[in-house]
């Protein structure tokens, strides 16, 4: 059973970077599609970042131009670098994976099978 688990969240000021990591376990990744979503209390989650299996990326618009997704599958672990920060970037950051193409419902929760239990960015104005 893949099991997910982020880390690397933190408290910072606007304009601020932070790098979380997602590490993998049980399942060997490669053969994944990984993505990271926000969790706003009151809002559903939404999409951030997407990788295919062979590394291809898509961002929403929460991320484009400040954030970078990637992947190490020798690590089996999932980046998101977040650059420049803002405070409605806030919230609470889950990978996701899936062993096949999301396809349409790529931004989507229902896209995705195996969830990490998330962790928490804030960024002070």
């Known amino acids: 059973q893949l099991q997910l688990v982020e880390s690397g969240g933190g408290s910072v000021p606007s304009g601020g970077s932070l790098r979380l990591s997602c590490t993998a376990s049980?399942?060997?990744?490669?053969?994944?599609?990984m993505a990271w979503f926000r969790q706003v209390p009151g809002q559903l989650r939404a999409g951030v970042a997407f990788i295919s299996d062979d590394g291809a990326t898509n961002y929403t618009d929460l991320a484009k131009g400040r954030f970078t997704i990637s992947r190490d599958d020798a690590k089996n672990t999932l980046y998101l670098q977040m650059n420049d920060l803002k405070p409605e970037d806030t919230g609470i950051y889950h990978c996701?994976?899936?062993?096949?193409?999301?396809?349409?419902?790529?931004?989507?929760?229902?896209?995705?099978?195996?969830w990490g239990q998330g962790t928490q960015v804030s960024v002070s104005s």
């Open positions: 996701a994976a899936r062993g096949s193409s999301p396809g349409p419902w790529m931004e989507f929760v229902a896209g995705w099978d195996y």
């Open positions: 049980g399942v060997a990744v490669s053969g994944y599609w």
